[in-house]
């Protein structure tokens, strides 16, 4: 297909507190998940952490590996997946960002709905997100379906899961070198 491009989705964990309980319970290596759209993550956005140093106070983020949260764990391990989109989908995709950066102050972190998840119902609220819930749904309305299931209950490992990623980096985040 003519138009070909590639949004990136990364899968992270940075061995905190709050990522080791849900790990714990998940027992998956990753609790994590951003969207990128360009292959050196300077554009990745989320639901985490607003603050490094303050894990309590959570919403839309936008991430940033050298200055953000990552910089503060440098142990943190990493998955890269690159997703094969056309331009119409990244279009699509930015139209729904650009209404999560607009609105960004009004957002909050989700943490029912992860509970939500252990629960296996989904835990929705106007504004409130949780990382994969956030991915999820950008790609949902962007008509990308990776899942036959609600933004609200995809987790982190089913990006891993997911047949139609290729992943093109695996170990430290520090380490991370994107190709030219």
């Known amino acids: 297909m003519t138009g070909d491009q590639s949004v990136f989705i990364l ?9 080791r309980l849900i790990q714990g319970y998940t027992k998956a290596p990753y609790n ?19 603050h490094p140093s303050n894990p ?8 940033d590996i050298q200055t953000g949260t ?3 764990y ?3 391990t990493c998955v890269i997946y690159k997703l094969q989109v056309t331009e119409r989908e990244v279009e699509k995709m ?7 950066i607009r609105s960004q102050q009004k957002y ?4 029912l709905g992860v509970i939500g998840i252990a629960l296996k119902e989904p835990v929705e609220f106007s504004n409130s997100y949780f990382c994969s819930q956030f991915v999820a749904e950008i790609l949902d309305r962007s008509g990308i379906k990776l899942w036959n299931k609600l933004p609200a209950l995809v987790t982190p490992d089913d990006f891993r899961q997911s ?3 290729e992943l093109i980096y695996q170990g430290k985040l520090s380490e991370y070198k994107p190709e030219e």
């Open 11 to 19: 899968l992270t964990n940075t061995g905190t507190l709050f990522t």
């Open 32 to 50: 994590h998940a951003s969207i990128s759209f360009t292959r050196d993550l300077s554009e990745m956005y989320s639901f985490g952490r607003k």
């Open 56 to 63: 309590l106070n959570g919403g839309f983020v936008k991430e």
């Open 70 to 72: 990552y910089s503060k």
């Open 74 to 76: 440098p142990n943190t």
């Open 94 to 100: 930015k139209r729904v960002l650009h209404i999560f």
């Open 108 to 111: 909050l972190y989700n943490i």
């Open 163 to 165: 047949g139609r990623l």
